[in-house]
């Protein structure tokens, strides 16, 4: 889900929350820093929201999925130890 917020200039901009790579205070200012490849460089995104409140908007718009494992009947669990193991 996409997250809203304003920057240090007003104007709305739209991030998403799994592209995030840093949230942190820089002087009166929240920096959010999202890279995006080797030829577009990356974009810090200044807001003056406090940084708790833009922690907790990106935190509330990540995908549920991420967290998602699937019912494990104890097989996979086994075999993998004891591969492991060698």
């Known amino acids: 889900m996409l997250v809203k917020l304003t920057d240090s ?3 709305d901009v739209w991030i998403n929350p799994v592209h ?5 205070r820089k002087g009166r200012h929240t920096e959010v820093f999202v890279p995006f490849n080797a030829n577009w460089g990356a974009v810090s ?3 003056r929201q406090p940084l708790d409140e833009v922690a907790d908007l990106l935190n ?3 995908p549920d999925l991420l967290g998602f494992a ?3 009947d104890g097989t996979n669990s086994a075999a993998a130890a004891a591969a ?3």
């Not at 995030?20 to 942190?24: A, E, F, G, P, Y």
């Open 70 to 72: 699937p019912d494990d």
């Open 60 to 62: 509330a718009g990540m």
């Open 20 to 24: 995030v790579r840093l949230v942190r």
């Open 9 to 11: 200039k007003g104007t």
């Open 84 to 86: 492991m193991a060698g």
């Open 45 to 47: 995104i200044k807001t």
